[in-house]
């Protein structure tokens, strides 16, 4: 099985958090989608003999496509791989795109799986953020989203937010919890380097969330959750019993991908493949036929790397078996060995020849992390 990737880096405007690769240029939209489609036959052999199980578009913001757009992109991919009739096809969406009318129109198209980008029901979080949607819109569109039949709907919160409480978030999750959607992606903030909110909290304009109650928020997430019968079953994911996103599981569980699209990433689990991030050199790139990505064949030591830092995320955890028929006795040895002291302090549980976090290990999981890597 087998995965694809489309990446919509369109946005109407930057949120001040994020730094993904987007751009606020809607009148590249039409050669953009044209180039995707070249790059779809460009390597149509990238994925050989492999059915599609996933599509997932991300970005930016794909919910600014019209049909005719995702209309010509289905067209490329189902004429060009064999893809699963139960396949999931996921799209990325901002509230206030999900309006009665955008719902009418994609009616007819194969999408099965819906991610909003909510981030917070407050509204003054959603200025702080730069978001374009209001509390209001965020309700609103999965409501319509569950009139347009979707029954597979995921929604992403931040926590850790600028002056954001416990209660807050607890009153976050409240919301969150009474939509009825099946899928929750929940992230605590980071301040990545050169966003806006990092420039804010250099200058010392932000009330930033504390590191001991973003954890109490975590954990708060997870009690709340499983209330709610919602499975952790990534660190940040929670889903319904038959709802986690297929798409994100395939690259816990080391499955080949394409990506298509600038600044997108692809594994065929030897290699990993990374577009060049800018839509203007991807078209050029694209028309004149030349290179337009960078590739690195993965070394034995980073695929071990790869597959001890994806997996320990998961609630399935590390499989020893799997590791050490993978990749010797002698890099189990060292996980087994460098783990140690984790399983001994409860952070991490070893049983039936896998390694999970507990509660407490995954509020320090970075650091455990840190300790397996095989530099």
């Known amino acids: 099985m087998a995965g694809i990737y489309i990446h919509i880096p369109f946005c109407q405007k930057k949120c001040t958090y994020c730094d993904f690769y987007t751009e606020v240029a809607p009148q590249l939209i039409p050669n953009l989608i044209d180039s995707i489609i070249k790059e779809l036959d460009i390597r149509k052999d990238y994925l050989p003999d492999s059915a599609i199980n ?16 995702f209309s010509k992109i289905f067209e490329a991919i189902f004429s060009t791989y064999s893809v699963n009739e139960d396949a999931e096809i996921t799209f990325e969406a901002n509230p206030d795109d999900l309006t009665t009318d955008f719902f009418e129109s994609i009616r007819l198209l194969p999408f099965n799986r819906i991610s909003i980008g909510i981030q917070s029901f407050g509204d003054e979080d959603l200025k ?8 209001f819109q965020a309700i609103e569109s999965v409501s319509n989203a569950q009139q347009a039949g979707f029954k597979n709907i995921s929604i992403d919160l931040i926590y850790g937010l600028p002056s954001q409480t416990l209660e807050k978030w607890e009153k976050q999750l409240d919301i969150a919890l009474s939509l009825n959607v099946q899928h929750i992606s929940a992230y605590g903030l980071t301040y990545e380097e050169g966003t806006v909110l990092w420039k804010q909290r250099e200058k010392g304009i932000l009330n930033v969330v504390e590191d001991e109650t973003m954890n109490k928020m975590y954990s708060l997430l997870v009690k709340k959750m ?31 991908y394409i990506g298509l699209g600038p600044s997108a990433h692809s594994y065929d689990l030897i290699s990993r493949q990374w577009n060049v991030a800018s839509i203007k050199d991807y078209i050029n790139a694209i028309e004149i036929n030349t290179e337009f990505f960078e590739r690195e064949e993965l070394t034995f030591e980073a695929r071990y790397n790869d597959f001890v830092m994806v ?5 399935e955890g590390i499989d020893l078996i799997t590791l050490e028929h993978e990749f010797g006795i002698k890099l189990a040895k060292y ?23 507990t509660s407490d290990g995954i509020l320090i999981s970075n650091q455990i992390l840190i300790q397996l890597m095989k530099v």
């Open 54 to 69: 996933t599509i997932y578009l991300g970005g930016g913001t794909p919910s600014i496509l019209s049909k005719e757009q």
């Open 335 to 357: 996980c087994l060995q460098n783990i140690k002291p984790f399983i001994d302090t409860k952070k991490v549980d070893f049983s039936v020849n896998r390694l999970r976090l």
């Open 226 to 256: 499983k209330e709610n019968s919602f499975e952790a079953y990534e660190i940040s994911n929670f889903a319904l019993p038959n709802f986690r996103s297929r798409h994100n599981s395939s690259y816990w569980k080391q499955e080949s």
């Open 128 to 135: 702080r953020i730069n978001r374009r949607h209001t509390a």
């Open 311 to 315: 997996s320990l995320r998961t609630a």
